[in-house]
């Protein structure tokens, strides 16, 4: 894994995205010495997080009225 300070990643910035695409290569981006942030190659095999749940539930039933009617509600009380 590769690192780099945060003033030479500021400067080389498009270069070492297109580096970490291509070689598939995380870097490390450090201030101070201390890592603060990790680029690393993106998944093209893996689904976006938005949506991912689509399609896969259904509403059974009648989703406005109360689940509890007014009768059973007296007695909880």
Not at 36 to 42: F, G, I, Y
Request: net charge negative; proline share 5%.
């Amino acid at each position: 894994m590769k690192t780099m300070p945060a003033g030479s990643f500021k400067v080389h910035c498009l270069a070492v995205m297109d580096e970490v695409q291509a070689k598939r290569e995380t870097v490390v981006i450090t201030k101070h010495g201390k890592p603060v942030a990790k680029l690393v190659p993106a998944d093209k095999d893996t689904d976006d997080i938005y949506g991912f749940l689509a399609g896969k539930g259904s509403i059974t039933g009648d989703v406005v009225s109360p689940v509890i009617s007014l009768e059973d509600w007296g007695e909880l009380q």
